[in-house]
């Protein structure tokens, strides 16, 4: 049989269109809230249409790149779906990079279009000539939609045609470009809807970074899907709180490095809270006491997710851990949108309770690394994309997350995995967070030296050792063992511990400033 265009053409959606039949089904309802404005799907929209006609007219066609720094603010996401209504690509730049990383993340794009608040003017300034031209959202946006008229654009964009990039760490410590469709973005929002069992009109609370895709991914899924989005600007527990507290909630994104701080206002403040389908992301990381706490006061199931940029949540967004559990299982189950096998160096599938690296195929898989032929190569194979991260699979079905590939420690000859021996430590009360890393060691090649920022002051590197000799084998336990303030540990902006800088402390000697006792 063959499948005329039309035919084609029908089963095609873009992220502006399904946002567009958003406006037409209920055009006065609540699209976004910020700082107490609202805007309803039609007064969005119309700003959309009026920003991609802005930037038609600053030569921005299907394709093209447009960078944009900021914090979150409404201005953030109508440049997304602006973007998306002409077909050009937004590649979400991350504030808190250096200069030079700033750079390396702009060159591999090659923007045609700047977008950035004045909080990043002076980032602007320190970038060069070489850089393109620029629209300041605090100098110039509200006067060009006021004077800006609405004008018919087309709207045929295929789904696979880019939408958004995000970037994510590279193996080199520069950060890589993920290209991200409007096909796997729309299958992202459907994942997380299906697998937790999130209601259409479930709202959500997008205070991390719109360059990260805790917030694009639900964002776009929930403009598409009708709902509110309440935009805040960083982390705000107050602000936070305040809106689960006027609106019904989906996920309510909490990352390991945010749950404390909330936990500490729900005790202080006793908000009266609407419902929240679940809560949170990453359990692995997270002290099971903070866990079993937060989902308590929240009443809120606990997402046992693991996800990355370039798969969304899926391939393990379909476990939730019940309020208060204090007996929850860290097993996962596998997406309802992806396949998923676990393989050994050379592809082949290993055997259950074998560790091995995930590989994923679906709908919610990115498009491969912008400009990186080479990584992409790599990571991609037979249809499967590898996700560098170590599983192993259960009888049932289920997978154990075991560590990222690359953390992993070779020690006289053992695997040694840093998240095996952080559960261990995490699972003492007495300590609020730890880390381990490898360093590099003459007899053994390398060995595990475990951080730990202590809960309890009178806590001892002999206690430490006397919890990992009850728990693991003896290769696997920590050859060193360092108390630093819970302050101390470097923290990217989803609240991961950041390895790399902690490893550096080790080379360069200056370990020594941040212990404690």
């Known amino acids: 049989m063959q499948i005329s265009n039309e035919i084609l053409l029908s089963g095609q959606s873009s992220i502006y269109s399904l946002f567009l039949a958003q406006v037409r089904r209920n055009k006065k309802a609540k699209a976004l809230e910020y700082m107490g404005s609202i805007w309803t799907y039609d007064e969005l929209n119309i700003e959309v249409q009026k920003f991609a006609s802005i930037l038609s007219d ?51 794009v090659d923007p045609k279009l700047l977008l950035i608040s004045e909080r990043y003017s002076e980032t602007l300034s320190k970038l060069g000539k070489r850089e393109p031209q620029a629209i300041n959202f605090d100098r110039e946006y509200s006067k060009l939609i006021k004077s800006s008229s609405l004008k018919e654009l087309p709207l045929n ?43 259409e009109e479930d709202s959500f609370v997008a205070w991390a970074p719109m360059f990260h895709m805790a917030s694009t991914d639900q964002v776009l ?3 598409i899907s009708g709902s509110t989005v309440i935009v ?49 992301a990453m359990a692995d990381l997270v002290p099971r006491k903070e866990l079993i706490e937060l989902t308590k006061l929240l009443d809120a199931p606990y997402l046992n997710s ?7 949540l899926p391939p393990a967004s379909a476990a939730l851990i019940q309020p208060g559990s204090p007996d929850y299982s860290l097993s996962k189950r596998v997406s309802s949108m992806c396949e998923v096998k676990i393989v050994d160096e050379n592809g082949m599938e290993v055997e259950d309770g074998v560790p091995g690296e995930l590989a994923i195929r679906g709908p919610t898989v990115f498009s491969g690394y912008w400009n990186s032929p080479k990584t992409n190569k790599s990571d991609f194979f037979g249809g499967w994309f590898r996700m560098g991260d170590m599983f192993c699979r259960n009888p049932d079905g289920t997978i154990d997350f075991v560590d990222r590939a690359k953390y992993m420690i070779k020690s006289g000859g053992e695997n040694i995995y840093p998240a095996e021996i952080e559960r261990v430590l995490l699972s003492d009360t007495r300590i609020s967070d730890a880390v381990v890393i490898k360093k590099a060691d003459e007899k053994w090649g390398e060995i595990p030296v475990a951080l730990i920022a202590p809960q309890d002051t009178t806590l001892k590197a002999s206690d430490i050792e006397t919890l990992c000799r009850a728990n693991l084998a003896s290769y696997k336990r920590p050859q060193e063992v360092y108390f630093i303030g819970l302050s101390d540990f470097p923290r990217s902006t989803t609240g991961k511990i950041q390895r790399h800088e902690i490893e550096n402390w080790l080379k360069n000697d200056t370990l020594i400033d941040k212990i404690l006792f």
């Not at 409404?74 to 209504?85: M, R």
């Open 306 to 312: 693991f996800g990355s940029t370039e798969t969304g």
């Open 58 to 108: 600053r030569g921005i066609k299907e394709g093209d790149r447009v960078a944009i720094i900021s914090e979150n603010r409404p201005e953030y996401i109508v440049s997304k779906l602006a973007c998306a209504l002409l077909g050009a690509i937004i590649a979400c730049q991350n504030w808190r990079l250096s200069i030079s990383e700033l750079e390396h993340c702009l060159k591999i």
């Open 232 to 280: 805040i600007d960083g982390f705000k527990p107050d602000k936070i709180l305040d809106a689960a507290s006027r609106y019904k909630l989906g996920w309510l994104v909490m990352l390991p490095g945010s749950i404390k701080p909330i936990i500490e206002y729900l005790k202080t403040n006793k908000p009266k809270l609407k419902s929240i389908a679940c809560v949170g």
């Open 221 to 223: 899924g929930a403009l």
């Open 157 to 199: 964009i295929d789904p696979e045609s880019g939408l958004i990039i995000l970037y994510t760490s590279g193996t080199t410590g520069l950060p890589k470009g993920a290209l991200i469709s409007h096909r796997a973005e729309i299958a992202r929002m459907c994942a997380l809807r299906l697998d937790s069992k999130i209601d």
